[in-house]
T-cell receptor, first 109, second 114 residues
């Protein structure tokens, strides 16, 4: 599975859009991009996933570049409860996800 | 609908002891996985299963056994606990088949081996 690169930490003001980047330059054609988050020491929470089209759900939007070498997770109106570690994962097999270090997102009041 | 239930929530073991971490899901999910998370680190996949009777190794399988006799349950066995196995263990489940779906995680078991 392709390796991902994320910034170790980011800050965002409450109420603003939080844009979390992920680089996956070695992604192959059958690999999906998944995003999860982990709030404090809780179990990770699934956010969204996509193959090549942009995706949106009630939590977030996922923007994947045309060459699929990078993606951005967008939290449109960040709240304090969105403070968490966000993991970008690339995998061709839904049953075998490998987590990296993620991005620690801090939402500031 | 309880989701993914892990028991116990906390456990202290002595080196060399064995124990089983329990994981049950009530969503009729085919896929189930076990992860461990050491302090300040990301999650590492221990074992996973794509259905009853089918299991496979993840990144860090040594020292752990699994079996999947039913769709609902996926226990993780520590054969002879070592201090290096002190960690938080998460179980997760997902729909299977050809599609890609998100995993639902349990709340974790915090294990200390002394």
């Amino acid at each position: 599975d392709a390796k991902t690169t994320q910034p170790p930490s980011m800050d965002c003001a409450e109420g603003r859009a939080a844009n979390l980047p992920c680089n996956h330059s070695t992604i192959s054609g059958n690999e999906y991009v998944y995003w999860y988050r982990q709030i404090h020491s809780q179990g990770p929470q699934y956010i969204i996933h996509g193959l090549k089209n942009n995706e949106t759900n009630e939590m977030a939007s996922l923007i994947i570049t045309e060459d699929r070498k990078s993606s951005t997770l967008i939290l449109p109106h960040a709240t304090l409860r969105d403070t968490a570690v966000y993991y970008c994962i690339v995998s061709s097999r839904a049953q075998k996800l490998v987590f990296g270090q993620g991005t620690r997102l801090t939402i500031n009041p | 609908n309880a989701g993914v239930t892990q028991t116990p929530k906390f456990q202290v073991l002595k080196t060399g002891q064995s124990m089983t971490l329990q994981c049950a899901q009530d969503m009729n999910h085919e896929y189930m996985s076990w992860y461990r998370q050491d302090p300040g680190m990301g999650l590492r996949l221990i074992h996973y299963s794509v259905g009853a009777g089918i299991t496979d190794q993840g990144e860090v399988p040594n020292g752990y056994n699994v079996s999947r006799s039913t769709t609902e349950d996926f226990p993780l066995r520590l054969l002879s606990a070592a201090p290096s196995q002190t960690s938080v263990y998460f179980c997760a489940s997902s729909r299977g088949g050809e599609g890609h779906y998100g995993y639902t995680f349990g709340s974790g078991t915090r294990l200390t081996v002394v």
